[in-house]
């Protein structure tokens, strides 16, 4: 599995605090980042159909339909 980094999850996060942002900016940003989780869940999806462990298909299975 592939871990989040830290350093820019941290700089995305200083760097859009301070910036004023319209409903579309937020809209958009939102859609980008389900995008990149639904992209980390289908690799570590088809990492667990791999490995056999029907445990984490079920869990990033709830992930996704929480998303």
Do not use: C, G, W, Y
């Not at 289908?42 to 992930?63: G, Q, Y």
């Amino acid at each position: 599995m592939q871990k989040i980094n830290k350093e820019k999850l941290e700089k995305f996060i200083e760097e859009n605090t301070e910036r004023e942002m319209t409903r579309q900016d937020l809209e958009k940003d939102l859609l980008r980042l389900k995008h990149s989780i639904l992209e980390q869940a289908e690799r570590n999806l088809k990492f667990a159909f791999e490995n056999k462990t029907p445990a984490m298909v079920a869990a990033i299975a709830e992930i996704m339909k929480a998303i």
